[in-house]
């Protein structure tokens, strides 16, 4: 009996599929889409922190690594650190000691070139209780002369290589015997703890780091805690600089992390979208239904079953919906995640296997409650006033909206069309809010895209300055080496060469010296131009480009780790000269975590540094091919190196992303007009049998069911733009946030009059797009069988 | 017979394995003829009337209506046809609820792009002959059965049609009302307005109608007083 039951139902339900396609269509899709925004960007959120929280807990990493003065704290002070309350494991100290490393130039070149600045400690093995070292390639330093390299410092140096220690008595000589990977990155490299004192420039202060867990680190403000703790158990003034693991986590995660921000808005877009229009769509199914209903339960249906019929209905396309969407996800997932385990060196990154179950399982139970309601209204519908009322709105409604747009100057199909959405009023205000999430997204994504192509071509400076020509040696030439030809002969040959090119606009040349500055523990990059270089291309966030000696422009990142804001007055210190500097500006750069200074040639000139020549960079007039131009610079011949600033693919794949997302909710919008002009034309089938017997064309009747939704649209238009313009001011200088730079304000002001006008139409074009299909369907219908129709 | 309306051989198929719901009839009517078609329920006389009226096509045959195959109009083109020539009342009426008795008249006037003050000056004189003038502004809900049979014949005539096609008129009525109506056709036709009528009612086709066509099967059973005028 019970099996008679289940049968009577399921054959209700495949009744009810079989009868409403479109309505299943409809949900399938929507489903389809919203599950896979919802998996893309939950995804994106885990895996943004899941490798590195893996690789920390198999490494033991060190939640913060703490650098002392080893002449302001005893062993036995320090030793004594690892029972400080909270500390729950910790190792150390480890000699430290910052070197200038001579690396071998490249061929042509007699001489060594200086590579960044290399932090090494000393450990007698990777292993330990905190911050186990990977061991990547070949073994571990064993004896003095050895290092191991830390994989994120290589710079093309392969086993067996040699490096000269710039700034350490005699300039010792290390061989590279191993590559290891820190997951805190506490170090460049690894030498034994015997060979650190023998690397320590003369007058230097000798430095060790120290390792610990605490309890709590699960917040910024734990950390904190954890290392003020450590710190007040020293004397004061012994610990010079900490970093915490939440740094390097961002750090390392930075790379997806500004993407999740609007990939969470798309998927929350997506997801209310979804549940509205599975309620438009169900609750327009028992309203279309409830003759369908009446005879069901006349004909001994129970509530129960008829709930479970229509129940059933949404669930089977949801169901189908759910589990494309989750492909649809994976698949959209593949490019950005790909990046991301570029960053980590993981390998492959996918979406965790938790997040293909639990998204389409939450949306499916979404989606069941959302059916469940206008079910539960169908269960409990009285059988007689079901098969009776039929689906007509209540009388009376919409009416005055009839009479009143009557009087418009409009034909009339038009302002027939255009007060039908009063006569349901819920549902109007159901597909309202789901073309206005539409068009809002349209409008975000616009703004973001605009955004994301100036941020793009603000990174790579590609419009400004298209040309870089490097000089052999790259301006790092180290006393011992000897350029050939001369540093000066080089820049005549490339001056000359520049000027000889009708393309060149403007040139300038750039060098970069390494320097300290307070309140950064390591050295910072700071670039110096000859000449006017204003038209470089940096974006100002706030202040101005240096227009003097002695100002300095800095990224987002300087001042966020040194605390000082455009106005201030820093020392640098470069070689032995210490140089106070004035912060004019603050520019949008993100290279080396932001952690690097602009300034003109003369003010790095008073450090004393013989300044050479690096880099040229190259202006060229409007209509001058950059690839053309490159070409034509190979007369300067071998050594020189000729680049081409192009954005970073990865915008484009970026952009691609939200063009993609965009367009499923565009998609899922239109699905959600199309339902609910397929209910409409359902319910009014037989007026339309009336209008086309009383002599309304075809094309009169494709104007009035679009009008159904077009005054709907246009309202949702102008309601989506000023929220879609607001959620892309609130999501950009979240995602900027979430890389640790600012924005410059014409990267948010990216909307123009015109444009605004044009997405406001964005409503009118989803509904326009969403209803011609019915429209055309009820321009089609013969008359007679309109008429027939119940 | 100058024939306003000819059907040739007109066969009209639903379902290919049922039975036809009209088979191969032809039959002519003459401009200001009353013709009465009547016939059992499922006879095939309502569909015989829609294919008249261009609303339903036929699978074979000719429908030729003022010299005009309607039968190969496209559905722009038989809602012109509607427009110039065709008046058609049903059975439950057929208002939009939605609008006024004067917004229901007016409808077909402004689908078919005449001015809004002509069309207005003819639905007020169609309501006032049909004496609902005061319920210009009602809806037709707040109407009684008769009242709304009056507001449709209103509709049917504001655009002046050659002909006017009725499908049940009064099936919807109590009798009085169904007289009114009666006579209300009756009166349409003495002066000059050519009508079908569509009934089951022998007395509205002997009192109403001077052409009787009988209609079983989807044949013609009979076809008296053809060429008959009042």
Redesign the interface.
């Given at each position: 009996m019970r099996g008679a039951r289940g049968g009577a139902v399921a054959r209700a339900v495949r009744g009810g599929l079989s009868r409403r396609r479109v309505q299943t269509i409809v949900i399938g899709l929507v489903l389809l889409a919203s599950t896979g925004a919802c998996v893309l960007a939950l995804g994106l959120v885990v895996d943004s922190n899941a490798p590195f929280d893996s690789a920390f807990a198999a490494q033991n990493g060190a939640h913060a690594v703490v650098t002392v003065d080893a002449g302001k704290a005893t062993r036995a002070e320090l030793a004594a650190t690892a029972h400080v309350a909270g500390v729950t494991q910790a190792a150390g100290p480890f000699g430290e000691v910052t070197i200038t490393p001579g690396v071998p130039g490249p061929p042509g070149y007699t001489g060594r070139v200086a590579a960044p600045p290399m932090t090494l400690a000393g450990r007698a093995s990777p292993g330990g209780p905190v911050d186990r070292l990977i061991l990547q390639q070949g073994r571990w330093a064993q004896r003095p002369g050895e290092i191991v390299l830390s994989s994120s410092y290589q710079h093309g140096l392969s086993l067996g290589a040699q490096i000269t220690a710039g700034g350490a008595p005699g300039t010792p000589r290390l061989t590279v015997v191993g590559v290891a990977d820190s997951i805190d990155q506490s170090a460049d490299g690894w030498v034994t703890p015997g060979q650190i004192a023998a690397l320590r420039a003369p007058g230097t202060p000798a430095t060790a780091q120290l390792l610990y867990r605490f309890a709590d680190a699960g917040t910024a403000a734990a950390v904190r805690a954890g290392i003020a703790a450590v710190s007040a158990a020293l004397p004061a003034g012994a610990v010079t600089s900490t970093q915490s693991y939440l740094q390097v986590r961002a750090q390392v995660s930075s790379g997806i992390a500004p993407i999740v921000p609007f990939v969470v808005a798309f998927a929350c877009l997506g997801l209310v979208m979804s549940v509205l229009i599975v309620i438009n769509v169900i609750t327009g199914a028992v309203v279309a239904g409830y003759r369908r209903i009446g005879i069901l339960k006349s004909i001994g249906f129970t509530p129960g079953q008829v709930v479970a019929a229509y129940t059933g209905q949404v669930l089977a396309p949801a169901v189908a919906g759910c589990l494309g969407g989750v492909l649809l996800g994976n698949v959209l997932a593949v490019p950005v995640l790909g990046r991301t385990a570029t960053v980590y060196g993981v390998g492959t990154l996918r979406v965790p296997v938790w997040v293909d179950v639990a998204v389409p399982v939450a949306m499916g139970a979404l989606v069941g409650i959302s059916a469940l309601l206008p079910s539960l209204r169908a269960g409990r519908l009285n059988a007689v006033q079901a098969i009776a009322t039929g689906r007509?709105p209540r009388?009376g409604r919409?009416?005055a909206a009839?009479?009143a747009l009557?009087k418009l100057p409009l034909?009339?199909?038009v302002t027939?069309g255009l007060?039908a959405p009063f006569?349901r009023p819920g549902r109007t205000a159901v597909t309202l809010t789901a073309i206005v999430l539409g068009a809002a997204a349209v409008t975000f994504a616009a703004g973001l895209s605009a955004s994301l192509t100036r941020v793009a071509g603000g990174l790579s400076r590609a419009q400004a300055d298209p040309i870089q020509v490097g000089l052999p040696g790259g301006g790092a030439i180290t006393r011992a080496g000897k350029p050939q030809p001369s540093a000066a002969a080089q820049q005549r040959a490339v001056e000359a060469v520049l000027r000889a090119q009708p393309g060149t606009l403007h040139y300038t040349v750039e060098t970069t010296v390494q320097a300290r500055v307070t309140g950064i523990p390591q050295q910072v990059p700071v670039t110096a131009f000859r000449g006017n270089a204003a038209w470089i291309g940096y974006a100002m966030i706030s202040g101005h480009w240096y227009r003097a000696p002695g100002q300095v422009d800095v990224p987002t990142g300087f001042l966020t780790v040194t605390g000082k804001a455009v106005g201030d007055t820093i020392t640098l210190t470069a070689g032995h000269t210490q140089i106070p500097v004035r912060i004019v500006g603050e520019v949008f750069d993100t290279s080396n975590r932001g952690l690097e200074m602009f300034t003109s040639w003369q003010t790095l000139a008073r450090s004393g540094l013989p300044l050479i020549p690096a880099t040229y960079d190259v202006g060229l007039r409007p209509g001058t091919d950059p690839a053309a131009y490159a070409r034509a610079l190979s007369t300067l011949g071998p050594g020189y190196s000729v680049s081409i600033n192009t954005n970073e693919a990865f915008f484009v794949t970026l952009i691609g992303l939200i063009g993609m997302l965009v367009l499923l909710l565009a998609i899922v919008a239109g699905l959600g007009v199309l339902n609910t002009v397929v209910l409409h034309t359902r319910e009014r089938v037989?007026?339309l049998?009336?209008?086309?017997?009383?002599?309304?064309?075809?094309?009169?009747t494709i104007a009035m069911v679009v009008c159904w939704v077009a005054g709907t649209g246009l309202l949702a238009g102008v309601i989506a733009v000023p929220a879609g313009v607001a959620l892309h001011r609130y999501v950009l200088p979240v995602m900027a946030r979430a890389a640790g730079t600012g924005l410059p304000a014409s990267y948010l002001t990216v909307y123009h009059p015109a444009e605004l006008v044009l997405l406001a139409l964005a409503g009118t074009v989803i509904a326009t797009a969403g209803a011609l299909l019915p429209a055309s369907w009820a321009?089609?219908a013969?008359?007679?069988t309109a008429?027939r129709a119940e | 017979m100058d024939a306003l309306i000819r059907l040739d051989e007109v066969t009209k198929r639903y379902d290919n394995d049922a039975a036809p719901a009209v088979d191969g009839v032809s039959m002519q009517i003459a401009p200001g003829e009353a013709v009465a078609v009547m016939g059992p329920s499922g006879s095939g006389k309502s569909t015989l009337l829609n294919m008249i009226a261009g609303l339903d096509r036929p699978t074979s045959g000719t429908v030729t209506v003022a010299g005009e195959r309607i039968d190969r109009l496209s559905e722009t083109g038989v809602a012109r046809f509607w427009r110039r020539r065709v008046g058609m009342i049903f059975q439950f009426f057929n208002l939009l609820d939605d609008l006024t008795v004067l917004d229901n008249v007016l409808l077909p006037a402004q689908l078919a792009g005449v001015p809004r003050g002509k069309a207005q000056a003819r639905a007020d004189e169609l309501l006032a002959a049909l004496r609902i003038g005061k319920y210009r502004q009602a809806y037709p809900a707040r109407l009684s059965g008769g009242q709304r049979q009056r507001v449709a014949i209103a509709r049917a005539l504001v655009n002046r049609p050659a002909m006017l096609l009725a499908d049940e008129p009064t099936g919807a009525l109590d009798s009085a009302n169904g007289e009114l109506i009666g006579g209300l056709l009756l009166d349409l036709n003495r002066s000059g307005q050519t009508l079908v009528v569509v009934t089951h009612n022998p007395d509205l086709a002997a009192r109403y109608a001077h052409r009787t066509i009988e209609v079983a099967d989807g044949r013609i059973a009979a076809d008296a007083g053809v060429g008959a005028r009042r």
């Open positions: 007509a009388t919409g009416y009839h009479r009557g034909p009339r199909p027939i007060a006569a037989h007026d049998g009336i209008f086309k017997a009383i002599g309304m064309t075809p094309r009169q321009a089609r013969r008359t007679a008429l | -």
